[in-house]
């Protein structure tokens, strides 16, 4: 079995801290997180990059860019979290949640199709697990009707499909950098574009709108405060040069999982497309056992974290504020999720870590009866 590299050095991490710490109180600073977004650019070969608080923020800030408001509708995977959906509402927009095909996790366009109306703006396309769907088939559809495309890649750092990385689909690619994504800093996120007018409406957004893009006035619109704080910018930036082996590092744990796994009843991982250069975000499994939720949550309660077992993740659609009663269910989505065991790993997780999850899942699903 193939080992893990080492982790990546950890310890100039607290270095550029320090240095910003340094230097505040500092209102108007914002040095280290310049040069950070100079470093995204370079690393992700995008012409602009406006760090932000978060990923949530990252996808607030490019809706708004891109122009949706009230009264708009947006098209959003059933098959994601709440907080891809939650910032529609923030803008006064509605969420239409499309279903995905269960055997490639893709969009199903037939579905899509079905729901667009004079309404619709926009589409948000899902990189759940850091997996992408096929970005021809995305462009040709968003051309079609009209639509702006504005990528969640909040997992997706470094995943690729047909030599498109994630975040360069659309208009603008949205990324988290909540503790535990590949590319952390505790809480922060990004937005990648190559239109000058979506990134300074971006940078404007995120401050109150302070300083206006070119042509605009001071504060003649309601924004939001989504700066990235400056120690957060700084351990950014540090991660940002660890970014290639924190990556491979992902990639090598997941395989050595996944290749551990190998024969254990009821469970078959699910391969990435032939085009798709993925980042191995998490350890993906299709269950076969009966009772598969149930499955993932017992589980969890063995110490082995799941997106469904440990975060009780449903399709979007269900969740208590945007369920209605005279919708159809994305069913493809449910299937996803219920028959999906999408592991949790952290660069600290080694080959004895490995080998005990792979141990007790093996145990547990020769075991399982529901």
């Known amino acids: ?21 340094a230097g505040m109180p500092d209102p108007a600073g914002a040095s280290f997180a310049d040069r950070f977004e100079q470093d995204l650019t370079e690393r992700f070969t995008s012409r602009h990059a ?19 408001g009230p009264g708009d509708e947006v098209l959003v995977p059933a098959l994601t979290v709440v907080m891809t959906a939650a910032p529609l509402a923030q803008l006064g927009a509605t969420a239409v949640f499309v279903d995905s095909e269960p055997d490639t996790l893709d969009l199903d366009y037939d579905d899509a199709v079905a729901k667009v109306t004079a ?22 559809f968003a051309a079609e009707h009209g ?50 007018a979506l990134a300074a409406h971006v940078r404007a957004f995120r401050s109150h709108w302070l300083t206006p893009p070119p042509g ?28 290639p082996d924190l990556l491979e590092r992902r990639r090598t744990q997941t395989g050595y999982l996944l ?29 076969s056992l009966p009772a598969p939720r149930a499955f993932a949550e017992h ?18 659609d269900t969740r208590p504020m945007f369920a209605a009663s005279n919708r159809t269910p994305c069913r493809g989505a449910a299937e996803v999720l219920d028959r999906t065991l999408a592991l949790v790993l952290t660069e600290r997780d080694d080959e004895a870590v490995l080998d005990r999850y792979a141990a007790a899942i093996t145990r547990e699903a020769a075991a399982w009866r529901a």
């Open 1 to 21: 079995m193939t080992a893990l590299p080492p982790v990546p050095a950890a310890g100039s991490l607290g270095e550029g801290m320090l240095a910003a710490l």
């Open 50 to 68: 406006v760090a932000v608080s978060s990923g949530t923020t990252a996808l607030h800030a490019a809706l708004s860019a891109v122009g949706v």
């Open 119 to 140: 309404r619709t703006k926009a589409i948000v396309p899902v990189h759940l697990w850091g997996r992408m769907g096929d970005p021809a088939s995305l462009r040709s």
């Open 147 to 196: 639509l702006a495309v504005v990528e969640d890649a909040a997992q997706a750092a470094g995943s690729s499909r047909g030599g498109v990385p994630a975040g360069a689909v659309g208009d603008a690619g949205c990324f988290s950098m909540k503790d535990g994504k590949i590319l952390w800093s505790g809480e922060g996120g990004y937005v990648l574009t190559d239109g000058s």
């Open 216 to 243: 605009g006035r001071s504060q003649e619109r309601l924004a939001v405060n989504g700066r990235l704080a400056e120690p957060l910018a700084a351990l950014a930036q540090a991660n940002l040069r660890r970014f």
């Open 259 to 287: 290749q551990a796994l190998a024969g254990a009843r009821g469970l078959t991982p699910l391969q990435p497309a032939k085009d798709e250069a993925w980042n191995h975000y998490a350890p993906l499994l299709r269950i």
């Open 299 to 316: 589980l969890a309660r063995q110490g082995a974290l799941s997106s469904t077992g440990t975060f009780r993740l449903v399709p979007c």
